[in-house]
């Protein structure tokens, strides 16, 4: 299994920028996706995710109404669409699968079988 996220860089506050991570080796539509990210010397914290049907998401407090997260089955892929960013939103974030799920609304890291390497997001002022 391979999750390939990419499309970070450097953005001022206030804009925007559309993450996305191409998965293999899995099926994908039997799988719940979902953002985590990293800022230097904190934990990793979860940002959002989405049922393997896109027919549920969730958010964490900090992104809602900012970041929206999306996937295409028929390309195996999943979007994190990130606006307004703010200088807290600077991390290196990662995608992240687990088999699907009853509930997806549970942000424990642990549960993600499935990893990519991060792509770094800047927010500068």
């Known amino acids: 299994v391979q999750l390939q996220a990419c499309g970070g860089g450097l953005v001022q506050a206030g804009g925007s920028m559309r993450l996305s991570c191409a998965a293999s080796?899995?099926?994908?539509?039997?799988?719940?996706l979902a953002w985590f990210r990293q800022a230097p010397g904190k934990e990793r914290e979860f940002v959002a995710t989405?049922?393997?049907?896109?027919?549920?998401?969730y958010y964490a407090v900090a992104v809602k109404g900012r970041f929206t997260i999306s996937r295409d089955n028929a390309k195996n892929r999943v979007y994190l669409q990130m606006n307004n960013l703010k200088l807290e939103d600077t991390a290196a974030y990662y995608c992240?699968?687990?088999?699907?799920?009853?509930?997806?609304?549970?942000?424990?890291?642990?549960?993600?079988?499935?990893w990519g390497p991060g792509t770094q997001v800047t927010v500068s002022s």
């Open positions: 992240a699968a687990v088999w699907a799920r009853q509930n997806i609304q549970t942000t424990n890291s642990d549960e993600y079988g499935y």
């Open positions: 989405i049922s393997r049907s896109a027919d549920s998401t």
């Open positions: 080796g899995l099926t994908f539509s039997s799988y719940d």
